[in-house]
């Protein structure tokens, strides 16, 4: 059985750091794509960041490009978002996600066969 567990989740305030970590068991995903999305209660579910299949490349939303990083350590098949500089819009729950096929689009949720719970991320003003 396939899991992603997600961690690191808590409140923070403006301006603060935070780093998410995701972690798989059940299969492999070092040269899968993975991705982080978030979502707010009424809206669907955004694009965070992500890396391509087989690990090449990364993408970033706008919101979010220059303040998060995506990375990963494929020998405890973990992936991880370091997130600086956070706003009281990235207040959310943070899901990873993972696919086991090339996906069309690394930024489209649906593409993504396995989820985790999601951690909550909130940042106060």
């Known amino acids: 059985q396939v899991r992603l567990v997600e961690s690191g989740g808590g409140l923070v305030q403006a301006g603060g750091s935070l780093r998410l970590s995701c972690t798989a068991s059940?299969?492999?995903?070092?040269?899968?794509?993975m991705a982080w999305f978030r979502q707010t209660p009424g809206k669907e579910r955004e694009f965070v960041a992500a890396?391509?299949?087989?690990?090449?490349?990364?993408a970033y939303a706008d919101s979010v490009k220059g303040r998060f990083t995506i990375s990963r350590d494929n020998a405890k098949n973990t992936m991880y978002l370091q997130m600086t500089s956070l706003k009281p819009e990235d207040t959310a729950v943070y899901l990873c996600?993972?696919?086991?096929?090339?996906?069309?689009?690394?930024?489209?949720?649906?593409?993504?066969?396995?989820w985790g719970q999601g951690t909550q991320v909130t940042v106060s003003s």
């Open positions: 890396f391509s299949w087989g690990g090449g490349s990364t």
């Open positions: 059940g299969r492999t995903f070092s040269n899968a794509a």
């Open positions: 996600a993972g696919d086991s096929y090339p996906p069309r689009s690394i930024r489209a949720s649906h593409e993504y066969d396995y």
